[in-house]
């Protein structure tokens, strides 16, 4: 029955997005036989990825991380908090939006990509640590908010737009195949381990998140850049781009993967049917994560070429298509099904995975309205940040507890694979084809903050519900 439960969720995802690309594909025109044959085969790739995925991450992770965090307790503080640094680090160093942010920023700020991916994993892995030390003090999470994102806006005065939108959009790079389940797994692990309070068991990945968003802004501020904007496309072949694909996510996994098998084998003592109940959880895991990645990166050129026929339409199309894009791309996303997965799982069905799903969906619509509007008749992205940020952390103070940490980790998830692969090159294509149009720059910031405010009127709406039943009317 669960088998099914996963098959289910995983054809739900995809073939709304197959078949909505497909009509696309053939709105705009232009594409061939072989091209329809890249998107179904890349499709049903995605489809098998996702299955494997949903269906290996409770026994690879969720059960597993949660003995381990339990075993942790055991000792000092000092070496359980250096033991979730580490571990937390090599999933970051595993995760494949890390590599795609670090190869795109570098090319916009003339650095290596090492150092980036290295830099940007040190941060968020601080960050994580940060913020479970947050629950383990009682700090409210609403206040953590509050202080980073006040740090956030001194960059403002020092940052034009240009390097404001490189900045926002670095917010999405610690979220995705992996830093996701993971991440939502220990937090959940420690906070029922620590007895806190249930509201503690999210927000961790805005927290990682905020940490790469704070270098990026320091570095910049730092040595500010300015060239051309980042293309999406490739010439690599179909089969190349998918080998390049899951090769770089492949070798990516395995220092994860060694870290992970040691703890397991040395802090857990446990019978061997549930060693390699966990090894092939693992195996299947990671290459859903492998499938997944690979598959999606076929996309690109796909929607690229998508949004030159679209942009021949006139600029009502291309608005309109770009907000069904957006709509779509959040149910084909897997970091957002894992993440209302477990929401569904930690409250026990009181919030449903649905509304979470809906929340990011609308979130990532709105985004690319707003962006498609701004490449048209371009407005400043430190005003419209300044705004959403404002408006954001004003709204904290009237939604739910429980939804801040949900709220802002929702924004977090919405800017995964999938964001990079479709709404992305959606938005460079158009951009390129408006020669005094802005930059595409910003997206995955407003990818980031566009959820995070829809999730917040859920949690006003459900705070009202809720003291409306409590007096009884």
Same mark, same amino acid.
């Given at each position: 029955?669960?088998?099914?439960?996963?098959?289910?969720?995983?054809?739900?995802?995809?073939?709304?997005?197959?078949?909505?690309?497909?009509?696309?594909?053939?709105?705009?025109?232009?594409?061939?036989?072989?091209?329809?044959?890249?998107?179904?085969?890349?499709?049903?790739?995605?489809?098998?990825?996702?299955?494997?995925?949903?269906?290996?991450?409770?026994?690879?992770?969720?059960?597993?991380?949660?003995?381990?965090?339990?075993?942790?307790?055991?000792?000092?503080?000092?070496?359980?908090?250096?033991?979730?640094?580490?571990?937390?680090?090599?999933?970051?160093?595993?995760?494949?939006?890390?590599?795609?942010?670090?190869?795109?920023?570098?090319?916009?700020?003339?650095?290596?990509?090492?150092?980036?991916?290295?830099?940007?994993?040190?941060?968020?892995?601080?960050?994580?640590?940060?913020?479970?030390?947050?629950?383990?003090?009682?700090?409210?999470?609403?206040?953590?908010?509050?202080?980073?994102?006040?740090?956030?806006?001194?960059?403002?005065?020092?940052?034009?737009?240009?390097?404001?939108?490189?900045?926002?959009?670095?917010?999405?790079?610690?979220?995705?195949?992996?830093?996701?389940?993971?991440?939502?797994?220990?937090?959940?692990?420690?906070?029922?381990?620590?007895?806190?309070?249930?509201?503690?068991?999210?927000?961790?990945?805005?927290?990682?998140?905020?940490?790469?968003?704070?270098?990026?802004? !320091?570095?910049?501020? @730092?040595?500010? /850049? =300015?060239?051309? *904007?980042?293309?999406?496309?490739?010439?690599?072949? +179909? #089969?190349? &781009?998918?080998?390049?694909?899951?090769?770089?996510?492949?070798?990516?996994?395995?220092?994860?993967?060694?870290?992970?098998?040691? !703890?397991?084998?040395? @802090?857990?003592? /446990? =019978?061997?049917? *549930?060693?390699?109940?966990?090894?092939?959880?693992? +195996? #299947?895991? &990671?290459?859903?994560?492998?499938?997944?990645?690979?598959?999606?990166?076929?996309?690109?050129?796909?929607?690229?070429?998508?949004?030159?026929?679209?942009?021949?339409?006139?600029?009502?199309?291309?608005?309109?298509?770009?907000?069904?894009?957006?709509?779509?791309?959040?149910?084909?996303?897997?970091?957002?099904?894992?993440?209302?997965?477990?929401?569904?799982?930690?409250?026990?069905?009181?919030?449903?995975?649905?509304?979470?799903?809906?929340?990011?969906?609308?979130?990532?619509?709105?985004?690319?309205?707003?962006?498609?509007?701004?490449?048209?008749?371009?407005?400043?992205?430190?005003?419209?940040?300044?705004?959403?940020?404002?408006?954001?952390?004003?709204?904290?103070?009237?939604?739910?507890?429980?939804?801040?940490?949900?709220?802002?980790?929702?924004?977090?998830?919405?800017?995964?694979?999938?964001?990079?692969?479709?709404?992305?090159?959606?938005?460079?294509?158009?951009?390129?084809?408006?020669?005094?149009?802005?930059?595409?720059?910003?997206?995955?910031?407003?990818?980031?903050?566009?959820?995070?405010?829809?999730?917040?009127?859920?949690?006003?709406?459900?705070?009202?519900?809720?003291?409306?039943?409590?007096?009884?009317?």
């Amino acid at each position: 029955m669960e088998a099914l439960k996963y098959l289910k969720d995983s054809v739900l995802s995809v073939v709304p997005f197959f078949i909505v690309l497909l009509v696309l594909m053939l709105i705009s025109g232009g594409f061939v036989f072989m091209d329809y044959a890249v998107l179904t085969i890349s499709s049903l790739i995605m489809l098998v990825g996702m299955f494997l995925l949903f269906s290996s991450i409770k026994a690879s992770l969720e059960d597993a991380l949660s003995l381990l965090v339990s075993a942790l307790l055991k000792h000092s503080v000092f070496v359980i908090l250096a033991l979730i640094f580490v571990f937390t680090l090599f999933s970051f160093l595993a995760e494949p939006n890390v590599v795609v942010f670090a190869k795109q920023f570098s090319s916009f700020a003339s650095s290596s990509v090492l150092f980036f991916v290295v830099v940007v994993s040190l941060s968020a892995s601080v960050f994580l640590v940060l913020s479970i030390l947050r629950c383990v003090v009682k700090i409210p999470a609403k206040t953590a908010f509050l202080i980073l994102y006040l740090l956030f806006f001194v960059s403002f005065i020092f940052l034009d737009d240009m390097n404001l939108g490189a900045v926002t959009d670095s917010a999405g790079a610690a979220t995705g195949l992996i830093t996701v389940p993971f991440i939502t797994s220990i937090s959940s692990a420690i906070v029922r381990n620590l007895n806190s309070s249930e509201n503690d068991s999210y927000g961790h990945l805005a927290f990682s998140s905020l940490g790469v968003l704070l270098f990026v802004a !320091l570095y910049l501020m @730092l040595f500010p /850049s =300015s060239p051309g *904007v980042v293309t999406s496309s490739s010439n690599d072949s +179909v #089969f190349l &781009s998918l080998l390049k694909s899951a090769l770089s996510s492949f070798l990516s996994l395995i220092p994860f993967a060694v870290v992970y098998f040691v !703890l397991q084998f040395t @802090l857990l003592s /446990s =019978s061997r049917y *549930v060693y390699r109940t966990r090894i092939f959880g693992f +195996v #299947f895991m &990671s290459l859903g994560i492998v499938l997944i990645f690979s598959s999606s990166s076929l996309f690109v050129s796909l929607v690229s070429r998508i949004a030159d026929g679209v942009f021949k339409m006139g600029f009502v199309a291309t608005l309109i298509i770009g907000t069904i894009l957006g709509l779509i791309t959040a149910f084909a996303e897997p970091s957002c099904s894992v993440f209302a997965i477990n929401i569904e799982n930690v409250t026990s069905g009181r919030i449903n995975r649905v509304l979470i799903r809906i929340a990011i969906a609308l979130g990532l619509s709105l985004t690319m309205a707003v962006f498609i509007i701004r490449l048209y008749y371009p407005f400043s992205l430190k005003v419209f940040f300044l705004f959403m940020y404002a408006l954001i952390l004003t709204l904290m103070f009237f939604t739910h507890p429980m939804f801040i940490g949900i709220a802002f980790d929702a924004g977090a998830v919405g800017a995964g694979v999938m964001s990079g692969v479709v709404l992305l090159p959606y938005i460079l294509q158009i951009g390129e084809n408006l020669p005094n149009s802005s930059t595409g720059f910003g997206i995955i910031g407003g990818i980031v903050s566009f959820p995070i405010l829809i999730t917040e009127i859920l949690g006003i709406i459900y705070r009202i519900k809720i003291n409306k039943s409590q007096k009884g009317e």
